[in-house]
């Protein structure tokens, strides 16, 4: 096997991990190098994408590894991107090591949070294939973009009831917060598609899963050239809590008559109040989005 030099930009958060230093030391047992940079506060992953393209260009970087939840595969690849010009790809591939609470996008790419060490022997040896990213007003997306009141579950659940209840936990917290349940309302165009009404969450896939595992676009690809759009529409007051309840258990699969499904490369969103989008989990708010697809932008270990 060719010799690696894989870059981990580690959340700070998992920096006394025991075994985040035993995949360190089985991948360098391997015979690959690796090098390790913690982030401590805000913009340090920025400052630390620019010191890998600038660290790659005297010796090469094989693999930027995303150490930590959805949130910082988020940042890295999004910072990385900002950094280059136009449309060029990124000089060295990217890989995850799952060190957050739901990892939804790892457990996509089939990678064990469980099992650490096997996660980045896997970023040393896997090939890097060509991957797909989402584009939210400018702003990257690896995984998911979603919004409407399950966007709000995500974002306001406690993060020690997660590490207790798992999945249940957004169940938990959507029940709890049920009083405060409110239509969103919103015009949504893509190619050949128009839709306007009021939604109780939207997902923009180009992973599957989102919020701890719920499948909101169970047929996304990471390389077909395409986000799948799914539109979870506001139902009559006396439903909508069962509704809430099976969309929190099993996915929009659970769901039946009434659910939006679309393939799509552009959409342009409309609504009429100001809306929570989550990007991989990072919140932005606005009234107006534009969403898109770059193909084969980047190279992922998968």
């Known amino acids: 096997m060719e010799k690696q030099h894989l870059r981990l930009i580690l959340n700070g958060k998992s920096s006394d991990r025991k075994d985040v230093r035993a995949a360190v030391a089985a991948v360098r047992d391997m015979g690959h190098d690796v090098s390790v940079r913690v982030t401590y506060e805000a913009g340090d992953v920025a400052r630390l994408a620019a010191e890998a393209l600038a660290d790659h260009a005297d010796t090469r970087i094989d693999t930027l590894v995303a150490a930590g939840g959805d949130g910082t595969v988020h940042e890295v690849v999004d910072e990385v991107l900002r950094l280059m010009p136009g449309a060029e790809k990124p000089p060295f591939a990217f890989a995850v090591l799952p060190l957050g609470t739901a990892n939804d996008f790892a457990h996509h790419i089939k990678l064990d949070p469980s099992d650490i060490p096997g996660c980045l022997r896997f970023a040393a040896r896997a090939s890097a294939k060509p991957t797909d990213v989402g584009e939210v007003n400018g702003q990257v997306f690896v995984n998911m973009a979603t919004g409407g009141f399950g966007t709000k579950v ?98 929009v699969e659970g769901l039946e008559a009434g659910l939006v499904q679309r393939r799509v490369r552009n959409i342009t969103i409309e609504t009429s109040e100001p809306v929570q989008f989550n990007l991989d989990g990072e919140p932005m708010t606005g009234t107006s989005w534009w969403i898109g697809i770059r193909q084969n932008q980047i190279d992922l270990r998968r």
């Open 154 to 251: 995500t974002a306001q659940t406690d993060p020690n009831l997660k590490r207790v209840l798992g999945g249940a936990a957004y169940l938990f917290t959507g029940l709890h917060r049920f009083s405060e349940l409110a239509a969103c309302e919103a015009r949504v165009e893509a190619e050949d598609f128009e839709w306007e009404g009021s939604f109780l969450a939207l997902a923009i896939g180009n992973g599957r899963r989102a919020g701890g595992g719920i499948r909101l676009c169970p047929r996304a690809k990471l390389d077909d050239g395409f986000l799948d759009l799914t539109i979870v529409p506001y139902a009559a007051s006396e439903t909508v809590l069962d509704l809430l309840s099976t969309l929190l258990e099993n996915g």
